[in-house]
């Protein structure tokens, strides 16, 4: 089938698997015993109280209803277009927030600390791991492994502390932690991620102090998901070398380079495209360890904050957001799979 | 020749004679003048020549002079980039950075922030009518604010304030009686729709407290207690006696507006600072900043020092340890662990601050049943433990043992559980004999601890009791299971009462044992433990102003505590500060305020 037909039909197929998953999202919330309004305020309130607080969240209506008024604000155009996100309820905590509000102001320092983090990720492991095997059984093939073995399974936290003493404390060179230097005004908000938002504003010091603040988090997070990257590529890259198209070219006296980033490469991009998706998607969910270290306020640091609260509505928003982020970007990675790969649109 | 020739000759030769002499005198004239023309044309020459020169000579002078103008020029270029960046480095260090793990927890409304980082940004953005004297060593200095004078009936149940003329609130209005009213009004009107608030019965108990407000005149408010209230200056002086601004105080709850500072507390704008920028992430702090208010009503006095705070939030004691050490802030406060401000102490780059604390911490027992409805039992165990061991290896030293509720400073503070000593076994193996307990029939009981970080270092502390209660020279006879929560659970897990015996903390709400006293009977503990006597003690010191009457009353409620046991004081905290060398200025007093506008660097 053609792409477009393919794209078509990955996007009709993803949603039934939406609707699966905040369909289980919203049963599990409501099955788990436990009157959420009352463990929220924890006998605190009064029964009047209690109910205000139902009849605020929609928790006095039929279950049916429930369902409807959940799945609408979701789908809700208005809604989303007067707000900026969709309406997944209000907080119980600070019940004149919404909990939408809450997590697309947390997103995007998520979302800036994944695209970085991911960059670095496949730059460093996608390049080592060509490195490897091109050095197949070498010095160099053994070291590089091992680098990436002990990448993956250091603790992200214990390697964020690590270059937060040696970059921070002893030189000096970079912050320690926050989305910027604290005596520089944060950017204006047009899309969230400082570093694009200096870049609008044409302000160079603060993209500088931006990219400086980004560079200890997403190199931990970019070093410790690198190794999943050198691994995987190595494998494809040593099994793709071996092929004959390989060969071909090299007889036709095309360069080493092209050979290698040209036509190996290309063609064992695949499984590491798969991978870069996966990991995006769980990267959006918030790495809560990696923003805790760095004092990221993300969603990761958000997610946490709102358990202790027993802000439960927050919770549900949360679970259905991550959901519909690994949805997209699943989406996303197949629609690209079948661009670099017209056989699977067959 | 004829006559007439010779003489017509003759005359024509004196004519030509007199011509000639004419003409020659003339041309002599002449010949004169030219010389002398020539000669002023040469001396004009010559002058033109030392005019000419003189120009050269100017034309030099010129360019000198416009090489020195310009040198001049570039000079003052360089002395304005000089100043812009002396300026920018003034600006630099008119701005205090202070990293915090604290956060506010839901708004800046005094008739609703209950939290020690909320109350800290309404002292700072606020006033109340009187306030405690920084430094002060008993909490009871107490100065003017927005009232000057103040005076009490001799029942102590009507007071009267006399308030400072000139303050102005944000809309140019003066701030009077009226406004003070109307703050008390609305506080004590919001109690039932915010039981959680500072005010409410249970907390603060303004409602019990006040009857109501009066204005006597434009300056001077009247407030009608329902009894005679010793602390009623303390209370004055706390967080939620903040004076509102009608404007942004509606009755109902303001809450925080995103986006919008001024609109985020109902506060009036006459404290030291305005509150210019609140950036919160899901009901979590990232930024406050808080810019010199040149409304304050104490401008005269120099304060505050710094035009700029700015708070950055971190998430835990590790973090904020980091970001001092490596510079990214200029003073860290609340928290750093104990172990790590030690080790900061020996950092040359850094400066740290002591300061007394009134944070405690207590044991509770539920007394509602077995095994801690035995009064022997709770004294035994109290007599076990070891409080030494727990505030010098926990806490390295930075917190003291505590014998009393009430912490050291403060008025009625006593040794009285040194009664019991700290690991007492003898004493702890008889009392438990007595209620049948040995090593054939231990006591078993769960200790509780919250886990989440809320109180410092409970874990290790709740590890700590456990080994002093197990201690070998007990020979068995109790038997301690460590239990812990989350702080939500944990306090879920208080009022279900099914905690045997658990670690609670409390900060003061104002500086006076009258806010100390009841914890050993408080309610919301719910440990199910009354004492009539206890608190009719506690009553009637709260009625009177009498000190010494007053210190007589909270030893005898301490005396019967240490018999009773319901609530064992462990420990009071020290207080501290890490900051770089060029900050100065910080008060940690008893009250456990940080007063921003008093620091400078």
């Known amino acids: 089938m053609g792409l477009r037909t393919y794209i078509v039909t990955r996007i009709l197929l993803t949603i039934p698997t939406l609707l699966l998953l905040l369909t289980t999202v919203f049963l599990i919330m409501r099955v788990l015993p436990g009157d959420p309004v009352a463990l929220h305020f924890e006998k605190k309130a009064t029964p009047e109280q209690m109910e205000q607080m139902r009849h605020l969240l929609g928790l006095d209506k039929p279950l049916w209803e429930q369902y409807i008024d959940y799945l609408w604000g979701l789908v809700d155009v208005g809604y989303f277009l007067a707000h900026g996100y969709p309406n997944l309820g209000k907080s119980m905590q600070v019940t004149s927030e919404d909990v939408g509000g809450q997590i697309f102001s947390a997103f995007p320092a998520t979302l800036e600390l994944a695209i970085y983090s991911m960059i670095l990720a496949s730059v460093i492991g ?14 160099l093939d053994h070291l590089i492994r091992g680098s990436g073995t002990v990448a993956y399974a250091v603790p992200v936290f214990f390697l964020g502390i690590v270059l937060q003493l040696i970059f921070g404390v002893y030189l000096h060179w970079l912050p320690t932690g926050l989305r910027i230097n604290p005596s520089v005004e944060p950017p204006a908000t047009i899309t969230g991620l400082y570093t694009i938002d200096s870049l609008l504003e044409g302000n160079i010091i603060k993209l500088f102090e931006s990219f400086k603040a980004l560079a200890l988090p997403s190199l931990t997070l970019g070093i410790v998901l690198s190794g999943i990257f050198i691994r995987l590529t190595r494998m494809n890259m040593l099994e793709t070398l071996r092929f004959d198209f390989v060969a071909a070219a090299r007889a036709r006296g095309l360069k080493e380079g092209t050979v290698t980033y040209g036509y190996a490469l290309r063609n064992a991009f695949l499984p ?21 270290t760095f004092s990221w306020p993300g969603l990761g640091r958000y997610i946490v904050t709102r358990i202790n609260f027993r802000d439960y509505t927050a919770i549900q928003g949360a679970v259905v957001m991550f959901g519909l982020f690994v949805a997209l970007v699943s989406l996303a990675v197949d629609i690209l799979y079948a661009y670099f790969d017209p056989r699977i649109r067959l | 020749m004829p006559e007439r020739v010779e003489i017509a000759i003759a005359v024509l030769v004196l004519i030509g004679i007199l011509v000639s002499s004419g003409t020659m005198y003339y041309t002599a004239t002449v010949m004169s003048n030219v010389s002398t023309v020539s000669t002023d044309l040469s001396t004009l020459t010559e002058s033109v020549g030392n005019l000419t020169d003189v120009v050269s000579d100017l034309a030099t002078i010129t360019g000198n002079l416009v090489q020195s103008v310009t040198g001049v020029n570039a000079s003052i270029a360089d002395l304005k980039a000089r100043l812009a960046e002396i300026e920018a480095s003034l600006a630099v260090r008119e701005t205090l950075i202070v990293g915090t793990t604290d956060s506010v927890e839901l708004t800046l409304d005094p008739a609703q922030a209950y939290d020690y980082f909320g109350w800290c940004i309404m002292q700072q953005i606020g006033s109340t009518l009187i306030s405690v004297k920084p430094g002060s060593a008993t909490g009871a200095d107490f100065v003017p604010e927005l009232a000057t004078s103040w005076n009490s009936s001799a029942d102590s149940k009507i007071w009267d304030f006399t308030l400072r003329q000139g303050v102005k609130l944000s809309d140019g209005t003066p701030l009077t009686a009226n406004t003070v009213k109307y703050s008390f009004d609305r506080t004590i009107e919001l ?10 019965t249970g907390n603060l108990g303004y409602d019990l407290i006040f009857n109501r407000t009066e204005v006597l005149s434009t300056y001077k408010v009247r407030f009608y207690l329902n009894f005679a209230f010793s602390p009623f200056l303390g209370i ?5 006696s ?17 986006g919008n500072a001024r609109a985020s507390t109902p506060l009036a704008s006459v404290g030291p600072y305005v509150l210019a920028r609140w950036e919160r992430v899901g009901a979590r702090d990232i930024e406050i900043r808080l810019d010199a208010n040149p409304n304050y009503w104490n401008l005269a006095s120099g304060y505050p020092k710094l035009k700029h705070i700015i708070f950055k939030f971190y998430p835990d004691a590790a973090t904020l340890r980091l970001a001092i050490e490596a510079g990214d802030v200029d003073m860290a406060f609340r928290h750093i662990s104990p172990t790590d401000v030690l080790d900061l102490q020996n950092n ?29 039992v709770r004294v035994a165990v109290a007599a076990a433990l070891n409080r030494p061991d727990v505030t010098e290896t926990v806490f390295l030293g930075l917190a003291k043992p505590l014998y009393s509720i009430i912490p050291p400073g403060m008025m009625g503070h006593t040794e009285a559980f040194k009664k019991l000593g700290d690991a007492n076994y003898t004493y702890t193996l008889n009392l438990l004999a007595q209620a049948g307990y040995n090593a054939a029939n231990p006591l078993k009981f769960q200790l509780w601890y919250e886990s989440s970080g809320h109180y410092p270092s409970s874990p290790d502390q709740a590890l700590l009791y456990k080994e002093a209660l197990t201690d070998p020279a007990l020979g068995g006879v109790i038997q301690v299971d460590l239990k812990s ?14 905690m045997d015996a658990f670690l ?36 009637q010191a709260r009625a009177t102003t009498d000190t010494a009457l007053r210190t007589q009353l909270y030893a005898q409620i301490d005396a019967m505590a240490v018999q009773q046991c319901s609530v064992v004081p462990l420990w009071v905290s020290g207080a501290w500060a890490v900051t770089k060398p060029s900050v100065y200025g910080i008060y940690l007093d008893i009250t456990q305020d940080m007063r921003y506008w008093l620091i400078s660097k």
């Open chain 2, 191 to 200: 109690i039932p729709s915010i039981p959680e608030g500072a005010p409410a």
């Open chain 1, 272 to 292: 590491i495209l798969t991978m870069m998706g996966l990991q995006f998607a769980m990267l959006l969910g918030g790495a809560i360890l990696t923003e805790t």
């Open chain 2, 504 to 539: 609670y903390g409390w900060y003061p709400d104002y500086v006076d044992p009258d806010d100390y006293a009841f914890l050993y009977w408080a309610g919301w503990l719910h440990i199910n433990y009354s004492n009539a006597t206890q608190v009719a003690l506690f009553n």
């Open chain 2, 485 to 498: 929560a989350d702080w939500a659970s944990y306090k879920k897990n208080r009022d279900d009462e099914i």
């Open chain 2, 348 to 376: 040359p780059n850094l400066r740290v601050w002591w300061g007394s604390g009134a944070q405690i911490q207590y044991l509770c027992f539920q007394t509602k049943r077995a095994p801690f409805n035995d009064t022997r």
């Open chain 2, 236 to 240: 004055l002086s706390c967080r939620a």
């Open chain 2, 242 to 258: 903040g004076i509102v601004e009608p404007k942004y105080a509606p009755i109902a709850q303001v809450n925080y507006t995103a």
């Open chain 1, 126 to 139: 996608i390049l080592l791991g060509v490195v490897a095997s091109k050095s197949y059984n070498s010095v």
